[in-house]
């Protein structure tokens, strides 16, 4: 059964920095597409980063693009997203996510079969 946690969601003021952690199990991920998206109430879904677990491509949103990174520990099998400059509205749960697909990257959240609780992430001073 395949299983992620994200963690590493907290209160930080604009400016700041936050790394969010995506702990992944229950098979073996080579062959498929981490995503990372975010939602506030009252507003669809947003993808927010990708990467792809067997060629380490990424994807990132306009909104994001410069500001955060995500990469891979294979080692641990762990997805993280560093997030720097953070600004207010960067407030939401994120999610990780996962979808079977080997050497692509997508930024469609219907495409991932798999997604974690989420963690809360707030950017206020």
């Known amino acids: 059964q395949v299983q992620l946690v994200e963690s590493g969601g907290a209160l930080v003021q604009p400016g700041g920095s936050l790394r969010l952690s995506c702990g992944a199990s229950g098979r073996t991920f080579s062959n498929y597409v981490m995503g990372w998206f975010r939602q506030t109430p009252g507003k669809e879904r947003e993808f927010v980063a990708a990467?792809?677990?067997?060629?380490?491509?990424?994807l990132y949103a306009d909104s994001v693009k410069g500001r955060f990174t995500t990469s891979l520990d294979n080692a641990k099998n762990t997805v993280y997203l560093q997030m720097n400059s953070l600004k207010p509205e960067d407030t939401a749960v994120y999610y990780c996510?996962?979808?079977?697909?080997?050497?692509?990257?997508?930024?469609?959240?219907?495409?991932?079969?798999?997604w974690g609780q989420g963690t809360q992430v707030t950017v206020s001073s």
């Open positions: 990467i792809s677990w067997s060629f380490g491509s990424t």
């Open positions: 996510a996962a979808a079977y697909g080997a050497g692509v990257i997508y930024r469609t959240g219907k495409l991932y079969a798999y």
